[in-house]
Structure formats: C-alpha cells, structure tokens
C-alpha cells in the first residue's frame, strides 16, 4: 500500500514568488494535516482537515498561505508571496481518523528554499 | 495547551549501549502520547504510542516507554542501541479529543561503533 505522497520534494524559487506544494494522503484517510518544520525543529501544524472541511487553521498564515482538499481527497498548499522565511520543510500527514490517539502517517515532505 | 519538552537535543551513544532519551510532557486532560523517529531523507516514522492502557508501551525495534503521570514524563529506552537507530526522534503529546499533535523539538541520537 502505497503511503503518503508529496510533490516536489525539492523547490528553489525566489522570493515573491508563488509556489504550491501537492499532497496525497492514504486511502481511505479522512484526516489530513499540514506541517512546517523549521531546521532543527519539530514540526507545527499549519492546517488539519477532516474530510473537505478545514478544522483547525489556527496557524495558518493567511495573508500568504492558503490550502484546498477538494472532494476530501487530495492537497494542495500555496504560498503566495514567498519571502525568506518560509524556507522550510512542509510535511504532509493523514490518519484514519481525527481522534487524539490516532497513528498519523507521513510523507516524505517537500523542502522549500526561497533565494 | 499541550507541550513537550524534550531535555536532550542530541545524545550520543556507543552500539551495544543502553538508550534513554527524555520527554517532559504538559497537559490539562488526558493525554495521548507518542515517539515518532525521522531517518534522513524518509517520512517520520510511529515507534511507539501511549493512549491510557498499560504504562509501559512497547513499540518497534526494541524501543519502549513508560508513561509517568506523576513525573509528567515519557521518557523513550532501548536495552542495546544499534547503528541504524541514528535518528532524529520527537516527543508527540495530543489531548482533547481530536489529534491536535504538539512535538517537541527533537533528540538527535548519534550511535557510535
């Protein structure tokens, strides 16, 4: 069974620029979770989503970032203007359910550098 | 809010030696708790969780954990470390009913020959 998928896993673009990172979280998975994790960090949740519907974005900047799971299903988290400090590494997670102990499977993430 | 805090960032230990990397935890209901490990380059990884059954949790590759209430702690052991446990490992804590995932902010474990 194929696990949680991202792409890319590495962008380089400059500052200002737009950039959209994608996610495909394991079937059947209804719960799904954006993170940032800054070097030497532990990741922070940015946005979770239970089925289509964004639960919790609380920490989502939202002058900038934005995110879609359209039909529940897959991703897509956007930066629009990037600036230096976004570069990062922004994880992808799903779960089968939203519940406090419940296992979240992870990608591999995709590694931002803005110049 | 639930935090962790995890007191080491990085150990270094010698194959064939004990591991013991500690978690402090913060929370105002019952928690769920966790250890996830990330090997370079790959997805974090569930080595173990705690969810209010037996204190004691044991989880993959020999890693286990005990749940101490009146410590707040949950400190991550292994008997013996191998060469392939060089990880990063993080300390999760989630609480309130829904799987709102705090990690602390990582030990890095250096396994030496």
């Known amino acids: 069974e194929a696990g949680v998928v991202q792409s890319p896993r590495y962008k380089i673009i400059e500052k200002k620029q737009p950039v959209a990172f994608w996610c495909n979280p394991i079937s059947g998975h209804n719960t799904l979770y954006w993170y940032l994790q800054n070097l030497g960090q532990g990741p922070e949740l940015l946005i979770r989503y239970e089925n289509e519907e964004a639960v919790d974005d609380s920490q989502l900047p939202k002058d900038r970032f934005s995110a879609e799971r359209l039909k529940g299903v897959d991703s897509t988290l956007k930066i629009q203007p990037a600036e230096l400090g976004d570069s990062a590494v922004y994880l992808c997670?799903?779960?089968?359910?939203?519940?406090?102990?419940?296992?979240?499977?992870f990608g591999q993430g995709t590694r931002l550098t803005v110049v | 809010a639930q935090s962790v805090t995890q007191l080491d960032s990085h150990v270094s230990v010698s194959e064939g030696t004990p591991v013991l990397l500690r978690c402090n935890y913060s929370s105002s209901y019952s928690p769920s708790l966790f250890w996830y490990v990330q090997h370079p380059n790959k997805g974090l990884q569930l080595l173990l969780k705690?969810?209010?059954?037996?204190?004691l949790v044991k989880g993959i590759n020999g890693f286990e954990a005990e749940f101490k209430k009146s410590e707040t702690s949950f400190h991550l052991t292994k008997p013996s470390a191998h060469m392939s446990d060089a990880a990063e490992y993080f300390c999760?804590?989630?609480?309130?009913?829904?799987?709102?995932?705090?990690f602390g902010a990582g030990t890095r474990l250096t396994v030496k020959p």
């Open positions: 705690y969810t209010s059954a037996a204190t």
């Open positions: 997670a799903s779960s089968s359910t939203g519940l406090q102990d419940t296992e979240a499977f």
């Open positions: 999760v804590v989630s609480e309130g009913g829904n799987n709102d995932m705090r």
